[in-house]
Nanobody, 124 residues
Framework: QVQLVESGGGLVQAGGSLRLSCAVS????????MGWFRQAPGKEREFVAT????????HYASSVRGRFTISRDSATNTVYLQMNSLKPEDTAVYYC?????????????????WGQGTQVTVSS
């Protein structure tokens, strides 16, 4: 089992920044990749970013590329999402996820473990 706990969400004005953290515990060696997803009210959960746990390869949704950065700290088993130039449309609950198999990483179905989510609200 892998446990994920997100933190760092909050209320920020448009143009501001937030950094989300995801603390990973449990069978961390079984995670091939980590991802961030978000879900706004009335919308489906959507892919934001993913990172390969071992080599650090990253991939982003086009809507956040150039503004968000995913990273990981293997020493502390923590994954981060640095969010800059935030927009009101970034408002959502953000979820951290862990993938065991390492494919289909831009879809929720590619992940095996999920955190409880953290709310990000961007005011205009």
């Amino acid at each position: 089992q892998v446990q994920l706990v997100e933190s760092g969400g909050g209320l920020v004005q448009a143009g501001g920044s937030l950094r989300l953290s995801c603390a990973v515990s449990g069978r961390t060696f079984s995670s091939a990749a980590m991802g961030w997803f978000r879900q706004a009210p009335g919308k489906e959960r959507e892919f934001v970013a993913t990172i390969n746990w071992n080599v650090g390869y990253t991939h982003y949704a086009s809507s956040v590329r150039g503004r968000f950065t995913i990273s990981r700290d293997s020493a502390t088993n923590t994954v981060y999402l640095q969010m800059n130039s935030l927009k009101p449309e970034d408002t959502a609950v953000y979820y951290c996820a862990a993938a065991v198999r390492g494919f289909n990483l831009i879809t929720p179905g590619g992940y095996d473990y999920w955190g409880q989510g953290t709310q990000v609200t961007v005011s205009s």
